[in-house]
C-alpha cells in the first residue's frame, strides 16, 4: 500500500512535507505573536516581560526540564487522541481520562497498597505495576464507553466522551477535597506518595523523569503500528474511508471504540505519569486542560504521532513561557485557554478540506 | 415552585432554541457554553457602564452574533470542521473573560450590576420564561411557515436540494450560527439581569443541557420546550438536595452533564 501513498519523487515529497509544516508552524506563531501582544500590553515593563517570554523557558535546568517534562505528559495524550483521530473519533474526555487515572494511582500509591505489599514481602514495585494497570484500564474504560455508545447506538462519541469527562470532573474534585484529602496539609490534595514509588528526576531540580523517554518510545511505536502493519492500516481506513472499509469487511464501529480505549488508556498512562514523576501526589482540578492541550497538539501534528513529539515540545515551551512571563511581571492570567483557542481555529481551516476529500 | 421552575426554564430555553437552530443546519451546537458566557459577560459590561440594562441585552446581541458570524464564516471559507472551530470558542471564551474582566473591573470574580442598573433581578427572572416561550412558538411557525424557514432546515438534511435551488447552503449554515448566537445572547442575559451580577462560570453546563434537550425534544421547538421544563424541574429539586447539605456541592456541578448523557442514551434507545 506505501508504494501508492509514497510521492514517486524526492523534491514533491519534501514539498509535500513544507505544505503540511506551514499551517502548525502559523498556528503556533499566531499563538506565539498573541501571546506576547497581551503580555506587552498588560505588563508595567512590556520589554523586559516579552523578553523573558522568550528566554526564560532555556535559563535554568529547572524551566527546561519541566518544559520537557510537562512535553512528555502531553506527547502520551497526545498520541492517544491521534490515535483515535485516525479511527475516525474525537476524544473529548481527555480531561477525566488523566484525572481519575491520577486520582487512582495517587490514592493506591499513597494509600495503604505499599504497606500490604510490604508484609506480604513483595517489592514497592508491585504497587506501582498496581497502580499502573489501574490507570491504564480506568482511562481505557473512560475511553470505551463513548466508543462503544457510538458502535451501538450511534451516538456521536466527540458528545458522549465530553459529557461523561465533564460530569466525572467534579466528581474526582470531591474525592480529592473529601474522602482522599490529606488532612495534614494546607492543599486540597491526596497524600504524597512514598519516595520509594517516586520517579527520579535526571535533571535536578525540575521534575524530568524516565516518563519523557517512554513517551517518545509510545509515540514512535504507535507511529509504527499505524503507519506500517496490516491492523494500523485497517483502523487508518475506519477513519478516511469508512465505506471502503465496511465494504472490505473491516469492523469499522468496532475498531473506532477500540481506538477510543486505546486513546483513554494512553491518557490514563500521562495522568500516572503525571502522580509518580510530576506532582507525587493528585490535587483538585489536576488536569487543568492538559487533555485539551493534547488534542490541540494531535491535530496540529496532522493526527501522526511522530509529529506529535515536536508539537508536543512546542506546545509546553509556549506555556512555560507565557507562564514565566505572567509570573514575572505578576500577571495573573492563565493563556492556556487562548493558545488552546488558536490551535483549533486554525488548525481546524487545514484539517477538513483534508477530511471531505477521503 | 413553578414560577422558581420557569425561571430556571426561561435561559435553558433560550439556549435550546439557538441549539436547535444550529441542529437543523447540520451543526452541532458545541460552542453553545462559551458563546452563553461570551453573552453574559458582555451584557454585564455594556449594562454596567452604560447603566441601561436594555443596551446590555442589545450590545450582548450585537457582540455575540458579530463573533459567531466571524467564526460561521471562517469555518465555511476554510471548510473547517465546525466541531474544532466551536469547541475554538469555548476557549476563546475561557481565555479572554478572565483578562477582559480583570481590565474592566479589577476582578475576575464576581460583577455586580445591580446598583448600577435598576431592571435587574426578580422582575427579569419572572418576566424571562414567558418571552422564551413566546420566541419557541415563533420560531416554531417561522420553521414550518416560511421558505426561508423550509431552506433553513434543509441546509443540513438536504443541502443538495438548496443548491439545486439555486441557494447557497453555507450561506444558511452562517445564518444558522448567527440565530444560534442571537438566542444564546438572550440566555446570557437573562442569566446576569436575573441574577444581577456577572459570575464566572455563570452558563453552569447550560449549553451542553440545551444540546441533549434539543435530542429529547426530537427537534421540534415545542416539544424542546417540555425537554427544558423537565430539566429545568431536575435542576430545582437538586437544588433543594444541596440546601439539605446531604449531597456535596462539587458533585451538583457535573449533573447537568450526566443528566445530559442520559438524556442522550435515552433517546436513542427509544429511537431503535
Excluded at chain 1, 51 to 72: E, I, K, Q
Excluded at chain 1, 169 to 181: E, M, Q
Excluded at chain 1, 245 to 268: D, E, N, Q, Y
Excluded at chain 2, 120 to 138: D, K, T
Aim: glycine share 8%; net charge positive.
Amino acid at each position: 500500500m506505501n508504494r501508492f501513498t509514497r510521492g514517486p519523487l524526492r523534491a514533491s515529497r519534501l514539498a509535500r512535507l513544507a505544505s503540511h509544516a506551514a499551517v502548525p508552524l502559523a498556528s503556533f506563531g499566531l499563538a506565539l505573536a498573541l501571546i506576547a501582544a497581551l503580555i506587552a500590553l498588560s505588563s508595567p515593563d512590556p520589554l523586559s516581560s516579552v523578553a523573558s517570554f522568550f528566554t526564560r523557558p532555556f535559563s535554568s535546568a529547572w524551566y527546561l526540564g519541566n518544559t520537557l517534562d510537562m512535553a512528555g505528559l502531553l506527547i502520551l495524550a497526545g498520541t492517544g487522541s491521534a490515535v483515535a483521530l485516525r479511527a475516525g473519533a474525537f476524544n473529548l474526555g481527555g480531561e477525566a481520562q488523566i484525572y481519575a487515572p491520577a486520582l487512582a494511582s495517587a490514592v493506591i500509591l499513597a494509600g495503604g497498597a505499599p504497606r500490604a505489599a510490604a508484609a506480604l514481602g513483595l517489592p514497592p514495585i508491585a504497587t506501582a505495576f498496581l497502580a499502573l494497570a489501574a490507570a491504564i484500564a480506568l482511562g481505557g474504560a473512560l475511553g470505551f464507553i463513548p466508543g462503544i455508545l457510538r458502535a451501538r447506538l450511534g451516538i456521536s462519541e466527540l458528545l458522549s466522551s465530553f459529557l461523561l469527562s465533564a460530569a466525572l470532573i467534579p466528581v474526582a474534585d470531591y474525592l480529592v477535597s473529601g474522602p482522599f484529602r490529606d488532612t495534614a496539609g494546607n492543599l486540597v490534595a491526596t497524600k504524597p506518595i512514598g519516595d520509594a514509588l517516586a520517579l527520579r528526576s535526571i535533571l535536578p531540580p525540575s521534575h524530568l523523569n524516565v516518563s519523557f523517554f517512554v513517551a517518545l518510545a509510545v509515540a514512535v511505536a504507535a507511529w509504527f503500528f499505524l503507519s506500517r502493519t496490516e491492523p494500523g492500516y485497517r483502523l487508518r481506513m475506519t477513519g478516511s474511508a469508512r465505506d471502503f472499509a465496511r465494504f472490505a469487511g473491516f469492523p469499522v464501529a468496532r475498531a473506532a471504540a477500540l481506538a477510543m480505549a486505546v486513546s483513554g488508556a494512553l491518557h490514563g498512562l500521562a495522568g500516572y505519569f503525571a502522580v509518580t514523576g510530576t506532582w507525587y501526589r493528585c490535587h483538585e482540578g489536576f488536569s487543568s486542560g492538559m487533555g485539551w492541550s493534547a488534542l490541540a497538539i494531535a491535530l496540529v501534528a496532522r493526527r501522526n504521532p511522530l509529529a506529535v513529539i515536536p508539537a508536543a515540545i512546542a506546545f509546553s515551551w509556549l506555556e512555560t513561557a507565557s507562564d514565566a512571563a505572567t509570573l514575572s511581571a505578576s500577571l495573573s492570567f492563565d493563556a492556556t485557554p487562548l493558545i488552546q483557542a488558536i490551535i483549533f481555529l486554525v488548525v481546524s481551516a487545514r484539517y477538513l478540506p483534508f477530511r471531505r476529500k477521503s | 415552585m413553578i414560577a422558581d421552575i420557569l425561571a430556571q426554564a426561561a435561559p435553558l430555553l433560550f439556549a435550546t432554541l439557538g441549539a436547535l437552530a444550529s441542529e437543523y443546519a447540520g451543526v452541532l451546537a458545541v460552542f453553545m457554553e462559551g458563546t452563553i458566557t461570551i453573552a453574559a459577560f458582555s451584557c454585564a459590561a455594556i449594562a454596567y457602564t452604560s447603566g441601561s440594562a436594555a443596551l446590555g441585552v442589545a450590545g450582548s446581541a450585537l457582540v455575540t452574533m458579530a463573533l459567531l458570524f466571524a467564526v460561521a464564516r471562517f469555518t465555511e471559507r476554510t471548510r473547517a470542521n465546525p466541531f474544532i472551530t466551536g469547541i475554538a470558542v469555548n476557549f476563546l471564551a475561557a481565555g479572554l473573560i478572565p483578562r477582559l474582566s480583570t481590565l474592566l473591573f479589577g476582578t475576575q470574580g464576581v460583577v455586580q450590576i445591580s446598583s448600577r442598573v435598576s431592571l435587574a433581578g426578580e422582575s427579569v427572572r419572572n418576566a424571562g420564561f414567558p418571552a422564551a416561550l413566546s420566541l419557541a412558538v415563533a420560531f416554531a411557525l417561522f420553521l414550518s411557515q416560511t421558505s426561508q424557514g423550509l431552506s433553513l432546515r434543509n441546509a443540513g438534511s438536504a443541502p443538495d436540494a438548496l443548491a439545486a435551488r439555486g441557494l447557497e447552503p453555507g450561506r444558511y449554515r452562517s445564518l444558522s450560527w448567527v440565530i444560534a448566537a442571537f438566542f444564546a445572547s438572550l440566555a446570557g442575559s437573562e442569566l446576569v439581569l436575573g441574577l444581577g451580577a456577572y459570575v464566572p462560570a455563570i452558563s453552569a453546563g447550560r449549553g451542553w443541557t440545551a444540546l441533549a434537550a434539543v435530542y429529547l425534544g426530537y427537534r421540534s421547538p415545542l416539544l424542546c420546550v417540555i425537554a427544558v421544563i423537565v430539566f429545568a424541574s431536575a435542576s430545582y429539586l437538586t437544588d433543594i438536595l444541596q440546601g439539605t447539605g446531604k449531597i456535596p456541592a462539587t458533585l451538583i456541578l457535573g449533573l447537568p452533564y450526566a443528566l445530559a448523557l442520559a438524556a442522550f442514551v435515552i433517546a436513542r434507545k427509544k429511537k431503535q
